[in-house]
């Protein structure tokens, strides 16, 4: 195992947005595809189940209802059902959201922080340069990042865990192209890197259940697709990434990773193929 202590690991989404395939994936298709929003729940023998993102929530499009902010909805259509926030997915499941001890945030976009609000009791990790990237934008350039601060609970701050000021850092597995994780609850159960492109500061995480090992890695791409078959996103892609560069760094890592070690599973938070292999269709 990559990590020291095993979790239980669901896969789920909430709601999803469409797009052509082909801003996504050089070479694909023009025709819109569905994006599941993804996020997953992991179940930690001590500190109970940790959420890591949260697609999208109905907030959502009341934060969206005005200009500039709806905007966004028209540029990225969104579908969104009654019941399938992640608050609702876990109640069905027999967990409250004041269970959730800690939502761990891969970055600020929308469809990864949309119900963060439903979790009153939980505390926020995630790395402090990523939510400086968005915090002090003005209305215009926060839509251009994806950002509605509407989404974040007004005691945010103080419920806050920024990672590089908390957790500690250890090695990784050898082979990999990172030299250190963030230990992320000091017992080597969740190990966040930092993959950065997408968005500034973003994180991806290692974490082991069932027998396997997994990599969350949010959105360095977009579909399991793009690193297998070595395609990246169109070059238009670009106007909505924080640093190019850093993105085809962190791109060209996954593929590493993906040689190294085939029986990793790599887990695009967008991706319907990993949901469909590895998705529970519900909460274990």
């Given amino acids: ?31 819109p595809v569905a994006f599941p929003a993804g996020y997953a729940l992991l179940r930690h023998p001590q500190h109970g189940p940790i959420l890591f993102d949260t697609g999208y929530s109905a907030r959502f499009f009341q934060e969206t209802a005005k ?3 709806s905007l966004y909805r028209h540029i990225t259509p969104v579908v969104f059902k009654d019941g399938e926030s992640a608050r609702e997915r876990l109640r069905k499941a027999g967990i409250q959201p004041e269970a959730i001890r800690y939502v761990v945030l891969s970055h600020f976009h929308a469809d990864h922080i949309g119900g ?15 939510y400086e990237a968005v915090s002090r934008l003005g209305p215009i350039k926060a839509l251009r990042a994806g950002f509605l601060p509407g989404l974040l609970p007004e ?52 974490v082991s259940g069932g027998g396997f090992d997994y990599l969350l890695c949010a959105d360095t791409v ?3 697709r793009a690193f297998r078959e070595n395609r990246r996103p169109h070059p238009a892609a670009g106007l909505i990434m924080s640093d190019r560069k850093e993105y085809r760094l962190n791109f060209d890592r996954l593929r590493q990773i993906h040689e190294r070690f085939p029986g990793l599973r790599i887990v695009p938070s967008h991706c319907r193929e990993a949901l469909a292999l590895w998705g529970t269709g519900g909460v274990k």
Wanted: proline residues 7%; contains cysteine; aromatic residues 10%.
């Fill in 1 to 31: 195992m990559m990590t020291s202590i095993p979790v239980t690991v669901s896969l789920l989404s909430a709601g999803y947005c469409v797009h052509p395939e082909v801003l996504t994936l050089r070479g694909g298709t023009y025709r």
């Fill in 155 to 206: 005691d945010f701050a103080a419920r806050s865990l920024p990672i590089d000021e908390y957790s500690a850092k250890r090695p990784l597995a050898q082979g990999l192209p990172f030299g250190e994780a963030y230990d992320l609850l000091r017992d080597g159960s969740l190990l966040a890197v930092e993959m950065s492109g997408h968005a500034s500061g973003m994180i991806g995480l290692f």
């Fill in 222 to 224: 977009w579909s399991s």
């Fill in 67 to 69: 200009l500039p902010a």
């Fill in 116 to 130: 963060v609000r439903d979790f009153p009791k939980a505390q926020f990790i995630y790395l402090r340069k990523s």
